[in-house]
């Protein structure tokens, strides 16, 4: 087992120590006799109830700690003890179909666990050496992003948008699609988000029967920033465990990517570290990187994850999404104006993109259909503004028929989700890839040029559009 990543060159055990200041979240200790290391996790309050993580060393004798835990009661002239390392969290079997937070402890109103390994959440990535490259194409049974953006078996898919056009939703119905067709274990990450979503999510997965080979953890909005800090960490400790020890896939579903970089904002501002562009803290790329780069396939088993990644109004260009967007093999892009006009899923695929649409992966006939796709697309948004200052009449064969191609693509990539039947009356659809490389071969054809648009909206295989 890989050691934490800490400063344990200063690190006297379980030393003791004295609180000299608590400023909210940020908590100052005095060690007579030598200091904690970084990110090594200390205990203060009269059971030992709260948890501190040393963040700083401030001189010889001095450390700074961010809480862990609420710090109400804590004062100064309170003793605290170090635990001798970083946090630690529970791993195994014992897991599945549990629900836990950031501490390992269990949130779902069951058993506690007994007696069960545990694994620092702080550990290095994988070693190049034993890493493979992805050449295998994980299918999800929604047909704009099995076209569009393929994801990789062992890589990492971002589902990035603004606020309210759809992140979640589709989240939920990849987990609804794959947990009952993939074979290993399923690992959801809840980085504060809404404990309304946690809830359903439980609920849903136990009606489904697919509990059982799935672990939840949740650091909800409302916990201090330190603890969203650690939950991504926490939860691939655990997947890590599965992919190592076990052998096993393991798919880790992650919302939000944002909480965890915005967890780390408030963190370094906590500490009194001078921010960089746009408010966001000066160590960013890094933070990222620690938590993205043990996400990967090795000789052994492989962890597969899609993150929902939220974008501060709408702006692609933000940090956040920047340096996230350099960490993924698939980037599947939320639009709004797609949400606006009832495209749901709101992909919007000439903004995604996938490092596996190459034809040596996906085949050639994938390739050249995605391709084809695409290209309409892209020509129906160039001619729009043409169409609205003078109208459909006005455009020449060739590109009347694009428009037409273009309208019936749009609607056809339409999808109705098994997540949303009680609010949408249409049934949820898992469609497979030769189905939907099929539908849109015969849109591109011309095959559908005569049916009405409405024929192609929320279907599934393109067999149904004649009923």
């Known amino acids: 087992m890989k050691e934490p990543l800490a400063d344990s060159h200063n690190d006297t055990g ?9 400023r909210g979240n940020v908590v100052d200790v005095r060690f007579e006799d030598g200091l904690p290391g970084l990110t090594h996790v200390i205990r203060a309050g009269k059971d030992n109830e709260m948890a501190l993580e040393i963040m700083a060393h401030l001189d010889d004798h001095h450390a700074r700690a961010v ?7 804590l004062a100064e002239g309170d003793a605290v003890v170090s635990t001798g390392g970083s946090l630690r969290v529970p791993v195994g079997d014992e897991l599945l179909g549990r629900m836990f937070n950031v501490f390992g402890k269990p949130i779902d109103n069951g058993e506690p666990l007994g007696k069960v390994q545990e694994w620092p959440v702080l550990r290095d990535p994988a070693p190049l050496s034993s890493q493979r490259a992805g050449d295998e194409v994980f299918m999800t049974g929604i047909k704009a992003i099995d076209l569009m953006t393929p994801l990789e078996r062992g890589g990492k898919a971002g589902l990035f948008g603004g606020a309210g056009v759809g992140k979640t939703v589709v989240i939920m119905e990849l987990i609804n699609n794959m947990v009952g067709v993939h074979e290993g274990v399923s690992l959801f990450c809840g980085i504060g988000e809404r404990c309304r979503e946690g809830e359903e999510l439980y609920r ?12 939840m953890l949740f650091a909800q909005m409302n916990e201090p920033p330190g603890t969203r800090f650690r939950a991504g960490h926490a939860a691939l400790s655990m997947a890590e465990y599965f992919r190592d020890e076990k052998k096993q896939d393991v798919l880790l579903l992650v919302d939000n990517v944002f909480r965890f970089i915005q967890a780390g904002m408030e963190v370094s501002g906590l500490m009194g570290r001078l921010p960089s562009r746009l408010g966001y803290q000066p160590t960013l790329g890094t933070e990222l990187a620690e938590f993205e780069e043990r996400i990967s396939s090795t000789q052994d088993g492989a962890i597969t994850s899609v993150q929902a990644v939220y974008v501060p109004a709408d702006d692609f260009t933000d940090p956040a999404a920047v340096h996230t967007f350099g960490h993924l093999s ?3 892009v939320l639009s709004r104006k797609k949400a606006s006009e009832g495209l749901y899923p709101a992909i919007d695929p000439l ?8 034809p040596d992966v996906v085949g050639r006939k994938h390739y050249d259909v995605a391709r084809e796709v695409r290209a309409t697309l892209a020509s129906y948004e160039e001619l729009k503004d043409i169409i609205a200052m003078l109208g459909m009449e006005e455009l020449g064969r060739d590109d009347q028929l694009t428009v037409n191609r273009a309208r019936r693509l749009e609607r056809f990539l339409t999808q109705p989700f098994y997540v949303t039947e009680q609010f949408t009356n249409y049934e949820g659809k898992l469609v497979k890839l030769e189905d939907t490389l099929d539908g849109c071969a015969r849109i591109l054809d011309d095959e559908f040029r005569e049916t009405p ?3 192609l909206y929320m279907i599934g295989s393109i067999d149904e559009a004649g009923r």
């Open 14 to 22: 379980t030393a003791r120590g004295t609180v000299t200041a608590v």
């Open 67 to 73: 809480a862990l835990t609420f710090t109400q009661g």
């Open 204 to 215: 849903e997965m136990r009606e489904a029967g697919v509990l059982d080979s799935t672990v």
């Open 330 to 332: 698939s980037s599947i």
């Open 351 to 358: 903004a995604s993109g996938s490092s596996m649409l190459v």
């Open 453 to 455: 648009e409405s024929a």
